[in-house]
């Protein structure tokens, strides 16, 4: 089990950048694949973003695709999310989540979850 605190939300403008950090407790941080979701007001929580243990791999939603960056540092047991381009509809509280699965896009296998940070875009 880790717990995970969210970081580095906030308003900004249209076509400006946000970089989310994700700072986890616990020894076991490097051996989870992790996740980042989002969440808009009356919506459902969506997978934007995730990596594995080992940094081999990354996979993104094609909404998300070519403007935003997963990484991590096992050293510093965090996980970040670098947001470039950003758009109205980027607007939602963000979410990171850890999970064993080696791969995952549905929130379900996602067994730890952050309180979340508000990221806002204005036109």
């Known amino acids: 089990q880790v717990q995970l605190v969210e970081s580095g939300g906030g308003l900004v403008q249209a076509g400006g950048s946000l970089r989310l950090s994700c700072a986890a407790s616990?020894?076991?941080?490097?051996?989870?694949?992790m996740g980042w979701f989002r969440q808009a007001p009356g919506k459902e929580r969506d997978f934007v973003a995730g990596?594995?243990?080992?940094?081999?791999?990354?996979y993104y939603a094609d909404s998300v695709k070519d403007r935003f960056t997963i990484s991590r540092d096992n050293a510093k047991n965090t996980v970040y999310l670098q947001m470039n381009s950003l758009k109205p509809e980027d607007t939602a509280v963000y979410y990171c989540?850890?999970?064993?699965?080696?791969?995952?896009?549905?929130?379900?296998?996602?067994?730890?979850w952050g309180q979340g940070t508000q990221v806002t875009v204005s036109s």
């Open positions: 989540a850890a999970t064993k699965a080696i791969y995952s896009t549905a929130s379900t296998p996602y067994s730890d």
């Open positions: 616990g020894r076991t941080f490097s051996t989870y694949t």
């Open positions: 990596i594995s243990w080992d940094r081999s791999n990354t």
